[in-house]
T-cell receptor, first 114, second 111 residues
Framework: NAGVTQTPKFQVLKTGQSMTLQCAQD?????MYWYRQDPGMGLRLIYY???????DKGEVPNGYNVSRLNKREFSLRLESAAPSQTSVYFC?????????????FGDGTRLSIL | GDSVTQMEGPVTLSEEAFLTINCTYT??????LFWYVQYPGEGLQLLLK?????DKGSNKGFEATYRKETTSFHLEKGSVQVSDSAVYFC??????????FGAGTRLFVKA
């Protein structure tokens, strides 16, 4: 029962390198999300996908792009990594985007930009 | 806009002590309220939820009651264990696509 799977778990990049973070869910959920978590700042929404074929910006989209590849997969791309993007990235999914549905999270990708 | 405010941590308790983590919210409409828990090295997990006023969510000995009159959703547990050491997030979700999270409260429980 995998739930939400994120790869890789850890990554170190140099400034200016590009990187794609992968996320897949096996719960047949409609909606998927990317967050970043920084000390003392809680979770901030980067992008979300309400359903297959749609994506929208969240609170902090600058420097990122996303692709909803199919219903299961939602990837996050850093085109030119910057030290300010050092963070822990979480992918999440929910059954439908109604307010009673909780989100299910992956275990995160710990990304360091040097 | 919608927001969630929870007490700053860290909170340090001895085993078997009573726990309260305060959470208040501001929201338009009728939000659902959630508590999530994050153990070291892991993602957030749903701990409990309440979807309307006066609902009580409960799980693993934790409880929280949706208080519309005070716009609060405080987390309580009667007797904490070392294994409860984690970061706790209060969150709300309205009819839109976004969940609003509080900043998190770190709990340390000493044996």
């Amino acid at each position: 029962n995998a739930g939400v799977t994120q790869t890789p778990k850890f990554q170190v990049l140099k400034t200016g390198q590009s990187m794609t973070l992968q996320c897949a869910q096996d719960m047949n959920h409609n909606s998927m999300y990317w967050y970043r978590q920084d000390p003392g700042m809680g979770l901030r929404l980067i992008y979300y996908s309400a359903s297959e074929g749609t994506t929208d910006k969240g609170e902090v989209p600058n420097g990122y792009n996303v692709s909803r590849l199919n219903k299961r997969e939602f990837s996050l791309r850093l085109e030119s990594a910057a030290p300010s993007q050092t963070s822990v990235y979480f992918c999440a999914s929910s059954l439908r985007d109604r307010n009673i549905q909780p989100q299910h999270f992956g275990d995160g990708t710990r990304l360091s930009i040097l | 806009g919608d927001s969630v405010t929870q007490m700053e941590g860290p909170v340090t308790l001895s085993e078997e002590a009573f726990l309260t983590i305060n959470c208040t919210y501001t929201a338009t409409g009728y939000p659902s309220l959630f508590w999530y828990v994050q153990y070291p090295g892991e993602g957030l997990q749903l701990l409990l939820k309440a979807t309307k006023a006066d609902d009580k969510g409960s799980n693993k000995g934790f409880e929280a009651t949706y208080r519309k009159e005070t716009t609060s959703f405080h987390l309580e547990k009667g007797s904490v264990q070392v294994s409860d050491s984690a970061v706790y997030f209060c969150a709300l979700k309205t009819g839109g696509f976004k969940t609003i999270f509080g900043a998190g409260t770190r709990l340390f429980v000493k044996a």
